[in-house]
């Protein structure tokens, strides 16, 4: 106990908090040299906060000038030698077997003033703005927003009228004030003056003025300016962990696509096995799962069109990005084995320039996956009625196809009211992969956070509307009213991973057009037609699949 203690009285530990604790003595000099402060004439007070958690320092100076650094290590010094008292009486007392974090009222010298105990520790002496500004990111310079505002600013081109924070942490600026001419035709400007004065140090936004209540004069938002550093308004780089993960996922996505072509082989499955996945009342020990493996070979066609449809997704995304200089970071597919894949998160790697280019990157990929999609769906029908490819047809149970209004009346007009009205239905392979999609891509075309959906939204009207359509979104998916079954699961894959809205463009103030808002709208809409499943009256009515009730 003795060794213990004698080891944690000489830790850097103590000797911080004995430091930190430490009460200078006053310096031996006539009551006529010494200040109210309690330092000598001649001496200064020092408030700059040191890494010892000193609060502020003596630092006497000689009175022939250049003293500072002597007085500093005389400072230091003289606190050095009570605290080694201290450690010394600490040991002391670690020997006696007397020691103890806290002294005694009893024990205290009359007329002079107890100590604190030497093993507490107390966080009065941290500043909380400072720790968050050396862990916070970096702010921009002073000195160049004192530039920018004399050289910039002025009555041809932005007339300033106040700043405020900008930034998620208001580690910028945000110059608010009274356009003086064409926004597109300043903002060049001043992003060209800009780099001629500082460089590639800092990024300019135009955005819109926040708590603006009126319209500029010239049309469209009041606009303000932000300014925020380069490396803290850019995304960082794809580090090694993130390959790594992306890899597993799609390794995942892969094995969850195979179950998928599995499942949908359930007519030909093992009995035990089908019961055993698909009864919740089943009791027993779980069925040997190797005999799936003859199924393999037989699930991958279905597998290989999802996939297809999903890479395809991405394709679209980078084709779109790269004539734009927009650089995307490596996807990362969340597999799901209901759909075989949620699709996956692509992240921009560089900032945007105006909301035309992240409205058109955005829908690229949705685009692409629903065309290759609904090509698939439509031969697969096709297929299905003809013939002459029987061999190849897997027999699905009809009520698969009252999971979507839309997809379910094509079925219906292409393979007939007795295919659909009977327990099971004949359908070729890419009629699912088709119909997964299809569904897919829907899901990650809903107005919300950061889908794809979400981020054309925010290029079309701006980050202002995801609000209102977010919690639209939201409150249908927790109903149950958008993807029956599969709405609670993708509604809490949204929360956790896609939920923060995108980052503003550079220029986040320009119209996109009248014909990008009206390509989203019917997105939107078609997105719902999908998403609807078919209720038991409607479906009877429409002959979509055998309902059980009637």
């Known amino acids: ?17 004995a430091a930190a604790r430490l009460r200078l003595p006053r310096p031996r000099a006539s009551p006529a040299a010494s200040s109210r402060w309690g330092c000598p ?7 700059r906060p040191l890494r010892r958690c000193d609060r502020m320092r003596c630092f006497s100076v000689d009175e022939g000038g250049g003293g500072g650094e002597d007085g500093e290590k005389r400072g230091e010094e003289e606190a050095a030698a009570p605290v080694e008292a201290k450690v ?3 040991e002391e007392r670690s020997r006696s077997g007397s020691f103890s974090s806290s002294s005694s009222p009893s024990s205290a010298t009359p007329g002079v003033s107890s100590e604190p105990p030497l ?9 909380t703005v400072k720790l968050l500004e050396l862990l916070g990111p970096e702010k921009v310079d002073q000195a160049d927003v004192k530039a920018i505002k004399e050289k910039f600013f002025g009555y041809t081109t932005f007339w300033l009228t106040r700043e405020e924070p900008f930034g998620d942490l208001g580690e910028g600026v945000l110059f608010v004030g009274n356009l003086r001419g064409d926004r597109e035709e300043i903002f060049g400007k001043l992003q060209r003056q800009l780099r001629e004065l500082t460089g590639d140090k800092y990024n300019l936004f135009m955005v819109e003025e926040p708590n603006s209540e009126e319209d500029d004069p010239r049309g469209g938002p009041r606009v303000s300016f932000g300014l925020l550093r380069r490396e803290v308004s850019e995304p960082g780089p794809t580090t090694l962990w993130q390959y790594v993960i992306s890899l597993l996922l799609f390794l995942l996505t892969v094995f969850s696509c195979i179950e998928l072509g599995i499942a949908s082989k359930i007519s030909s499955l093992p009995p035990d096995i089908v019961s055993y996945f698909t009864d919740p009342n089943a009791t ?9 493996l003859p199924f393999v070979e037989s699930a991958l066609p279905v597998a290989y069109g999802v996939l297809a449809i999903q890479l395809f997704h991405e394709v679209g995304h980078f084709l779109a990005a790269y004539p734009k200089n927009v650089k995307l970071g490596i996807p990362f597919f969340i597999p799901n084995f209901t759909l075989g894949t949620f699709g996956s998160i692509t992240q921009f790697k560089s900032i945007l320039p105006d909301r035309k280019t992240m409205f058109d990157v955005s829908m690229a990929g949705p685009l692409a996956g629903a065309a290759l999609s ?22 699905v149970p009809s009520n698969l196809f009252q999971g979507s209004l839309l997809l379910g009346l094509i079925s219906r007009a292409i393979l007939g009211y007795s295919a659909l009205h009977a327990a099971t239905v004949s359908i070729h ?32 009207f701006g980050k202002d509307a995801l609000f209102g359509f977010g919690l639209t979104t939201y409150s249908l998916l927790g109903l149950g ?17 896609q939920r923060t809205p995108e980052k503003p463009c550079l220029d986040d103030v320009s119209d996109v057009g009248t014909w990008r808002r009206g390509a989203l709208i019917a997105s939107v809409f078609l997105v719902v037609l999908i998403l609807i499943p078919l209720w038991d009256e409607l479906a009877e009515d429409l002959g979509v699949g055998l309902v059980s009730s009637f």
Do not use: E, K
């Not at 000489?10 to 911080?16: I, Y």
């Not at 004439?41 to 408030?47: K, M, P």
């Not at 027993?284 to 799936?292: E, N, R, S, T, V």
């Not at 009213?481 to 991973?497: A, F, I, M, T």
């Open 429 to 460: 392979p890419l009629v699912i992969a088709g119909w997964c999609g299809l569904t897919t891509t829907a899901f990650n075309m809903l107005p919300v956070g950061c889908l794809d959906g979400g981020r054309g939204l925010q290029g079309a």
């Open 284 to 292: 027993g020990p779980p069925p040997d799962m190797q005999l799936l």
């Open 119 to 127: 093993l507490s520790f107390s966080v009065d002496n941290i500043d």
């Open 481 to 497: 009213v958008l993807g029956g079954p599969l709405s609670l699961p993708w509604g809490l894959y949204v929360l956790l991973c």
């Open 41 to 47: 004439r001649g001496a200064y007070l020092d408030w």
């Open 1 to 17: 106990m003795a060794a213990a203690a004698a080891a944690l009285a000489s830790s850097p530990l103590v000797h911080l908090t």
């Open 374 to 395: 609904f090509s698939m769906f439509s031969v697969g029908l096709w297929l299905s009625s003809n013939p002459a490819g029987a061999t190849d047809l897997v027999q």
């Open 88 to 90: 010394g009486a600490a």
